[in-house]
T-cell receptor, first 111, second 114 residues
């Protein structure tokens, strides 16, 4: 069965600092991985997804993620965050006709 | 031009009542979903429909009954509401329900059961 673990429930960073949000998955089948962002009081929207090919995936708003098969990880990174990046971030893995989400990581940007 | 819309945005009701949440997508997608997000932000799928047919039913109490009158709509009816039903419910859609398809989410309906 598919499972997704986000290692940090909250990540506080200062504005313009780099950030990494960690995600590990477990799967015995082909892996399709996603990062979604949920801004306050809104629905989720896709940041990026890994399907195949290059392990470095670039998404919207300057985010990127690296798929690492040997470490079963799909960590999300941004070199310089902005106040507007304050949100909940969800890692998800697709399998068996459904999307399985991690517990979410709350990213808080301090000025 | 909202892609996935839900009504109402907020729903406050008493225990034991019956309520419905409506969802519509104008993306021309074949597959629609209902998710429940609990107070700890954990997001879990409840149902998915492909072209009006039920595909996934994730051990949800039978007090929850989804209805899809056409492939652009997926409504959620909840009977005999309980305190534990309080959550944010998200509707989503995807092109064909394929493993690589992006899911597009609605803004959510915050249900509070008193």
């Amino acid at each position: 069965a598919q499972s997704v673990t986000q290692l940090d429930s909250q990540v506080p960073v200062f504005e313009e600092a780099p950030v990494e949000l960690r995600c590990n998955y477990s799967s015995s089948v082909s892996v399709y991985l996603f990062w979604y962002v949920q801004y306050p009081n809104q629905g989720l929207q896709l940041l990026l997804k890994y399907l195949s090919g290059s392990t470095l995936v670039k998404g919207i708003n300057g985010f990127e993620a690296e798929f690492n098969k040997s470490q079963t990880s799909f960590h999300l990174r941004k070199p310089s965050v902005h106040i507007s990046d304050t949100a909940e971030y969800f890692c998800a893995a697709q399998g068996a006709q459904k999307l399985v989400f991690g517990q979410g990581t709350r990213l808080t940007i301090n000025p | 031009d909202t892609a996935v819309s839900q009504t109402p945005k907020y729903l406050v009701t008493q225990m034991g009542n019956d309520k419905s949440i409506k969802c519509e997508q104008n993306l021309g997608h074949d597959t629609m979903y209902w998710y429940k997000q609990d107070s700890k932000k954990f997001l879990k799928i409840m149902f998915s429909y492909n072209n009006k047919e039920l595909i996934i039913n994730e051990t949800v109490p039978n007090r929850f009954s989804p209805k899809s009158p056409d492939k652009a709509h997926l409504n959620l009816h909840i009977n005999s509401l309980e305190l534990g039903d309080s959550a944010v419910y998200f509707c989503a859609s995807s092109l064909a329900g394929g493993w690589t398809d992006t899911q597009y989410f609605g803004p959510g309906t915050r249900l509070t059961v008193l």
